[in-house]
């Protein structure tokens, strides 16, 4: 088993600021696998710091002048500092089995 601390830049986007934040702690699993060798099976967030949150506004209107309606859509960009434990598979033994089976066992098995 192994752990260490990394600190992941990560950004998200959407039309709420829940659904930004939702969007930057979805890609934590995946982002913190990626850098870490080994089988990842724990991803403790210990640290969340805002680096940047902006809101965009935008105007629409229908046929250039008429209903005019406000789009709004947050992004954030955070620092999420995280404790990974994996495992290393090439150090564990594995024991090789084989098993052989006749022309017969192999037909009626369909191995």
């Given amino acids: ?10 950004t998200g986007t959407g039309p709420t600021k829940e659904r930004a934040f939702g969007a930057v702690m979805r890609q934590v699993q995946s982002a913190a696998a990626g850098k870490d060798g ?10 969340l710091e805002v680096v940047s949150a902006a809101e965009h506004r935008r ?11 406000t789009r709004v859509h947050y992004e954030i960009s ?12 090439d150090a564990v033994d594995f024991a090789v089995r084989e098993e052989k089976l006749s022309a017969t066992q192999h037909l009626l098995q369909m191995r």
């Fill in 78 to 89: 955070m620092n999420v500092r995280v404790r990974v434990t994996s495992l290393d598979l």
């Fill in 1 to 10: 088993m192994h752990q260490s601390e990394q600190t992941l830049r990560l």
């Fill in 59 to 69: 105007t629409e209107r229908f046929l250039g002048l008429l209903f005019p309606r």
């Fill in 38 to 47: 080994g089988v990842t099976f724990r991803v403790e967030p210990l640290a």
